[in-house]
């Protein structure tokens, strides 16, 4: 009986079992990459808003404190978009003739707010609450990355599970005093560790209990 | 039998494929129940958030203390603080005023701040505390400007609550205080930090 198959198949077969495991493996690979990466996390990726609001100019040129529109950031779960009233408060004074600022005009006068497109939009199973991050000196930078920065808002950090579960494990690696928490100059000194130890402490932060699956999912 | 096994290894295959692309979906993403200032087309306004219904009262919302709540007793400014003067409340209305008042009247209470800086056509300048006539109001008259606005000044009083508000009256009041004290009133090291500024910067008198 004469051979069915040519010597040559033995090297094709060996070769597709080797290039089979590199392609299992190489997938897993770039699958778990990208979804970590900018591309799907959307990280650095500014979101067009109906109007170009710029924290970078009310927040670093004008100084105004993240709370006088995030005002109940400190009482609350949610920091609070601020109602057009708000932005009224200055701008029925302050570039009144400015086209950029229509739809606010537009929204005070027919009481419709005004669309915002949100930037930290965190799954429906998480329960974030701002009070609670704020009142135990965590600061506004450490999760909105550079926001003085930003002439349109983007997302800081990726919101991943892990990513919270890398403070909710070692608190300690980004507490701050609760004076520094709405400073955006605000440098973690250089013993941030021991300092955060003793804040972690002094600030009652039960360690224990933050990383039960229910601190977050209820 | 061979084929028995086979058609199980099949299933089970197919059973973890159809396992695996369940879990693409984001029904759990988005579900549908109402948060916090979401859009809502089931409302005229188009808000999740619903106002209180007129006339109606929050449990634990009662404001039955005319002067606490209103800064007025019989339509008149009350003069005397509702709350006991600390140093606390002194301390929370100086970072309260920063957060909510500095923008426009200025940090020591000039009407210089950001706004009226950057605001070059505004109508009207936002107030120094320091005239004769505003250091003559009563404190209850600030609390009322911060609660109903005043001129062009919009109401504050979604953003700060009764208590910050009366925090904030004490506070401009120590704003009047600074721009007026006499100089033997201060404590030995005040009078050296002025004496220093005063050499340093050849400041306005």
């Known amino acids: ?218 | 039998m061979k084929q028995t096994r086979r058609r199980l290894l099949a299933l089970i295959i197919a059973t973890a494929a159809v396992m695996s692309l369940a879990g693409c979906h984001t029904d759990m993403w988005h579900q549908p129940k109402l948060k916090a200032q979401s859009a809502n087309n089931f409302f005229a306004d188009g808000k999740t958030d619903r106002p209180l219904v007129t006339n109606s009262v929050p449990v634990g919302y009662l404001r039955d203390n005319e002067a606490f709540y209103t800064g007025k007793v019989a339509n008149k400014p009350v003069a005397q603080l509702p709350v006991p003067l600390t140093r606390e409340l002194l301390q929370r209305g100086q970072e309260r005023y920063n957060v909510f008042c500095s923008p426009c009247h200025g940090k020591v209470g000039d009407g210089q701040g950001m706004i009226a800086q950057r605001g070059l056509a505004l109508r009207r300048p936002p107030a120094t505390f320091h005239t004769d006539r505003l250091r003559g109001m009563p404190v209850g008259y600030f609390y009322d400007v911060i609660t109903n606005g005043f001129g062009v000044m919009y109401s504050y009083a979604s953003r700060i609550p009764p208590e910050d508000r009366w925090a904030i009256a004490a506070y401009v009041r120590v704003l009047q205080l600074s721009q007026y004290a006499k100089t033997n009133e201060l404590t030995p090291e005040d009078l050296r930090k002025l004496q220093e500024s005063t050499t340093n910067t050849e400041s306005k008198p």
């Open chain 1, 1 to 218: 009986m004469p051979q069915v198959f040519h010597r040559s198949s033995n090297t094709l077969a060996r070769l597709s079992i080797v290039t089979g495991a590199a392609l299992l493996v190489s997938s897993v690979l770039i699958g778990s990459n990208l979804s970590r990466s900018p591309y799907v996390t959307q990280v650095g990726a500014p979101v067009d808003q109906p109007v170009p609001f710029s924290h970078k100019h009310h927040v670093k040129e004008l100084g105004i404190d993240c709370r006088y529109c995030h005002s109940t950031v400190e009482t609350s779960a949610v920091a609070s978009v601020p109602p057009t009233h708000t932005c009224m408060s200055c701008h029925s004074q302050v570039w009144t003739n400015s086209p950029l600022l229509e739809p606010v005009r537009q929204s005070y006068l027919n009481g419709t707010p005004i669309q915002w497109n949100k930037v930290y939009d965190l799954p429906d199973f998480v329960y974030f609450n701002h009070s609670i991050h704020v009142q135990k000196g965590i600061g506004c930078n450490t999760c909105h990355g550079p926001i003085h920065e930003m002439n349109i808002t983007y997302k800081a950090q990726p919101l991943s599970m892990s990513w919270c579960l890398d403070c909710h494990r070692q608190p300690e690696k980004y507490i701050r005093p609760k004076e520094e928490v709405f400073n955006y100059n605000y440098q973690p000194p250089a013993n941030q560790m021991e300092l955060g130890k003793k804040l972690v402490q002094e600030y009652h932060v039960k360690k224990e209990q933050l990383t039960n699956c229910s601190i977050c999912h209820r």
